[in-house]
DNA sequence: GCTATTTTTGACATTGCTTTTCATTTTCAA
DNA sequence: TTGAAAATGAAAAGCAATGTCAAAAATAGC
């Protein structure tokens, strides 16, 4: 396996195990590993494909409690999008951005903004909350759907 | 029935019936009006539970069919949560909030912020959306759970 | 390096919410 | 009033997430 791997988190991931009493096995480090490496969201069914090229002796269970794992280690951000599929993030993906949803047709444009990032920090902070992450969908009309109306269920 | 009700929402379901070909039906009125009475979002359930009072005889499909029916005529928006249940909210409710979710502990914190919301509207326009609504959730540790933490599932 | 103890794992079952189905009823336009 | 199209209720199906439990693997203590 390469080795551009975000160390770090993968000693976090440790360091949870160790003050949980928890164990840390081969398999949960190749999750560990193939999830870190990633920076978009993915569903548990997608990382569950890598991880059945690098071992295919891995089940989709211990996939799905790896992710909730790093999830409860604060590691991972799960999220839940319309098409009902849950999806996880690492918590510091090298880049963030959000989505403009159009609610007839479906598009989805994503953006950046840094000054919302901002803004939140500063929410955070006033609340003495650690961020670690977070989601914000906007939700609307697309430049299309805004005249001739489209439908998702025609 | 009070007349407290938000007709231009109730106007608005009509139109989009009217333009879409569909029918006005009674027991569909029936639960626009207790729905876009609400200002918070409701669950499918919750709001069946409202409908049962006034008419009993509506079941819990029409309520479904008629909150995506809504959905789909952009007058409401559905989001689901980390416990795996649809809530729906019209699009514009008196009162906004966002949330602040503690990953560890759970805890959820309400906050308002104008200025993200003035931001929000401003990229809306940039890509040309007609905004609706938005879901803005920030994950963190709460203060509690960054200096001992806390577990969901001890 | 062993062994005992505890955690992890895989396969499958179950759960719980959402969505569809279909026969029946209601709406609406002519 | 009547017929075609849509809405409805009840129940079933769908589906992702989660739970179960026996077997396997990982540590700690020797």
Chains 1, 2 share one sequence.
Do not use: W
């Not at 990633?38 to 996939?63: A, G, Q």
């Amino acid at each position: 396996m390469k080795s551009n791997v975000k160390n770090s988190e993968l000693k976090s991931v440790r360091r949870y195990l160790y003050e949980k009493g928890l164990k840390h096995s081969l398999k949960r480090h190749t999750i560990a590993e193939l999830f870190f490496r990633e920076d978009k969201h993915l569903s548990i069914e997608e990382l569950y494909d890598k991880v059945k090229k690098i071992d295919p002796d891995i089940s989709f269970s211990t996939v799905y409690r790896a992710l909730r794992l790093f999830e409860r280690a604060g590691l991972a951000v799960s999220r839940r999008f319309i098409d009902g599929i849950t999806k996880f993030e690492p918590v510091h993906p090298k880049e963030h951005h959000d989505h403009l949803i159009c609610v007839r047709c479906g598009k989805i444009i994503e953006f950046k903004s840094k000054k919302i990032e901002d803004l939140q920090k500063e929410i955070a902070r006033a609340y003495k909350f650690e961020l670690l992450n977070h989601r914000l969908e906007l939700y609307g009309y697309c430049n299309k759907c805004r005249r001739g109306p489209v439908n998702r269920k025609p």
